[in-house]
């Protein structure tokens, strides 16, 4: 069955559209007060608070550092707007640079961005790395400027650029 996700390729067909962030990147990044976009069942926690989409995150007041690795396609815009109202956290997303999301949402409101060298490999609900690597290379995006001081400590080969 083909993922709804309308970035689907040979890496992202599959029957669900819920990937997780490799551990070791959101541990590399520091602490999260909360994820509005969580798992409901989930190997490892992101952030001390969590919503899942039983809360449905989006609706829910949003406090501190907040980690965001969206649900991707079409509501990825809902999420990054919410986060840069918010002001105060880190999102993973595709680097669609081309996409009227990426303008509306990141190119005026953003603090810096961190290109992934090469293309991540998410994983599994039940805390498995995924077969493949993601359909499309991968842009972490900092709200407020104390976010910027995370990308230096990632372990993951990137480049920062600060807007």
């Avoid at 001390?48 to 809360?55: A, I, P, R, Y």
């Avoid at 603090?111 to 077969?131: E, H, Q, S």
């Avoid at 359909?135 to 993951?156: D, H, R, T």
């Amino acid at each position: 069955m083909k993922s709804k996700n309308k970035f689907a390729d040979r890496s992202t067909i599959n029957a669900k559209d819920e990937w997780l962030t490799p551990p070791e990147l959101i541990k590399s990044l520091g602490e999260f007060d909360l994820d509005p976009c969580s798992p409901i069942n989930r190997p490892w926690d992101t952030a001390k608070h969590h919503f899942t989409e039983l809360d449905d995150g989006l609706s829910k007041n949003w406090f501190g550092r907040v980690w965001c690795n969206p649900p991707y396609g079409t509501q990825t815009g809902k999420w990054l707007h919410a986060l840069s109202n918010h002001g105060n956290g880190i999102a993973l997303i595709f680097a669609r640079t081309e996409t009227r999301m990426f303008f509306d949402y990141i190119w005026d409101k953003a603090d810096a961005l961190y290109f992934i060298k090469g293309r991540l490999r998410f994983y599994n609900v039940d805390g498995t790395p995924g077969n493949n690597t993601a359909g499309a290379p991968s842009v972490l995006v900092a709200y407020g400027k104390n976010n910027i001081q995370s990308f230096e400590k990632c372990i993951f080969e990137g480049k920062l650029v600060i807007l």
